[in-house]
């Protein structure tokens, strides 16, 4: 995880520069700097610096992957990766219950608000408990 420590850092230094470049930049504009603009690019730096000490952090706590180590080998990394589902329409449908959920707030229609929630817990709770019932059931 030290590569992916690393990658965050450069990003860091990235908007740690390029954030009081754009003020400047854009300091010379009718309007004095643009505050949208550059505390937008002072969160970003702040959200990367933030992941990259998470990171940092973790990688000096835990053993090596195969793939962080100089001799690892592509053996080392066999096995079970994990569960994978195959094709769902669940995440569709709790998709579409969002941007109804979206449209109702921008339209303030709120009776359409509820019925989308509602709509938008049974596809949640679809999503969640769709292996734990069928064939697939424990």
Do not use: N
Request: glycine share 10%.
């Amino acid at each position: 995880m030290k590569a992916e420590a690393w990658i965050f850092a450069a990003c860091t230094i990235f908007f740690a520069l390029v954030s009081p470049t754009y003020w400047f930049v854009t300091a010379g504009s009718e309007h004095g700097g643009d505050w949208t603009g550059t505390s937008a690019l002072v969160m970003c730096t702040l959200l990367m610096a933030m992941i990259t000490l998470y990171i940092g952090f973790h990688a000096k706590q835990m053993d090596p992957r195969p793939e962080d180590r100089k001799d690892g080998e592509i053996a080392d990394g066999a096995g079970e990766l994990g569960f994978f589902p195959p094709f769902s329409w669940w995440p569709l449908w709790c998709a579409l219950s969002l941007a109804f959920v979206v449209f109702a707030v921008a339209m303030a229609a709120w009776w359409l608000f509820i019925i989308g929630a509602v709509v938008g817990f049974i596809c949640v709770a679809g999503l969640v408990f769709e292996y734990y019932r069928g064939e697939h059931a424990h």
